[in-house]
């Protein structure tokens, strides 16, 4: 389960183009900023989970001449 801290610490990562995350006393380092993505969409998945809070998503279809 993932705690406001650190969705905050991977974004900051991320914001700083950095591979490695620190939490408390463990330390994580992402292979890749791909890879650190997805630990942030994870960690919003998961604290949407435990708040209630639905997670929406939209698919949008853009068309031009026939389908």
């Given at each position: ?5 650190q ?31 997805q ?29």
């Amino acid at each position: 389960m993932y705690t406001e801290q650190q969705l905050q610490a991977l974004r900051d990562a991320l914001a700083n183009s950095v591979r490695r995350v620190r939490f408390g006393d463990r330390e994580i380092e992402y292979r890749t900023i791909d890879e650190l993505k997805q630990a942030i969409a994870a960690a919003e998945a998961d604290i949407a989970k435990s708040s209630g809070v639905p997670i929406t998503r939209q698919i949008r279809v853009s068309t031009e001449k026939g389908f």
